[in-house]
């Protein structure tokens, strides 16, 4: 039975794909290039060395690669490719005039999807790239929605606790700060009880849609936690930076109207968030310590009052920050918003 994934994706228009084609003959690259030309963009690399250097900028869907070249071979192209995390799941054809049982062997055993001989017949590759370009589009929609929250659009658990880890190790290698927000909705389950389950789903669906619009720089992120909660990952900020961004949020979800079905009128509800920053994350530091204290901030916020944001400071006690006043630094300083 196909999945709702597979369905959903083979109900859409095909889209213009990459390509690229390597070969140490451009006779061959000019004629693969006019079979595939109705697929999308078309690059080429004459040399295993240049098309290594290529894939350093681009990324293509498909790589099309001859295994006899001078230099770098195509099985050494091949193998490094697939040990590179950002073009491991490309999928790569060897096209090639050894056609013995050998050689496909070896291309295989190197990580290619398929093997072509040559010479070359034009509805052959073109029915092997088609099916190749169709299933890593799939691969890719299936990843997709394994880490996409299925209510809210937003990246869900397992998406954030990889961004999250990702990003401290960038933040330790650069030697900058990351903060973390983690915030749920006030009083989420009398509004549940009130206003029916599906109110709740449209009033979870609003708030991603404003967290994913507040947030605006590319590197940050937006992720739902689990149930009405909610997280925040804000790479390179400090802790006056994370302070604005956790009152400010709390403004920009108090001023959200929720409109529910066959409500007369427009909702609105409030947040609680807890923050808290790591000046300098350690290589050996448990990334589970940050989110313990954001977590531990957004219980004071709950206990003293909501609507409202608590900032901890990595591994210090938590501060009192109410939105409605102005916010302070650690040291008790007022921030200008």
Known sequence: MRSAVAAQFEAQPPQAQSILIVDDDPAIVQLLGEMLKPFGEIRFALSGEQALAITTSFTPDLILLDINMPGVN?????????????????PIIFVTGQNDLTSEVAALEAGAVDFIAKPLATPIVVARVRTHLRLHQLTEALKHS??????????????????????????????????????DIDHFKAFNDSHGHPA???CLRIVGQAIAAFLKRPGDLAARYGGEEFAVILPAT????????????????????????NALEKRRVTISVGAATVELPAP???IAALVECADSALYRAKRNGRNRAEFQPFG????????????????????ER
Do not use: Q, Y
């Not at 195509?74 to 490309?90: F, I, S, T």
């Not at 394994?146 to 030697?175: K, V, Y």
């Not at 939105?323 to 040291?331: C, E, I, W, Y």
């Open 74 to 90: 195509g099985l050494d192209v091949c193998r490094r490719l697939k040990a590179n995390p950002g073009l491991r799941e490309v």
């Open 146 to 183: 394994a880490r996409t929250d299925a209510l809210t659009g937003l990246p869900n658990r397992r998406a954030f606790d990889e961004e999250l880890a990702a990003e401290w190790r960038r933040a330790s290698r650069r030697r900058e700060p990351l903060s973390l927000l983690l915030f």
């Open 200 to 202: 709740g789903d449209e």
């Open 238 to 261: 400090d802790c006056p930076d994370a302070l604005r961004m956790a009152n400010a949020l709390v403004r920009t979800i108090a001023d959200t109207a929720i409109t529910l079905p």
């Open 284 to 286: 050996g530091t448990a």
């Open 316 to 335: 210090r006690t938590v501060r009192n920050i109410d939105h409605d006043d102005p916010a302070t630094d650690p040291r008790g300083n007022p921030i």
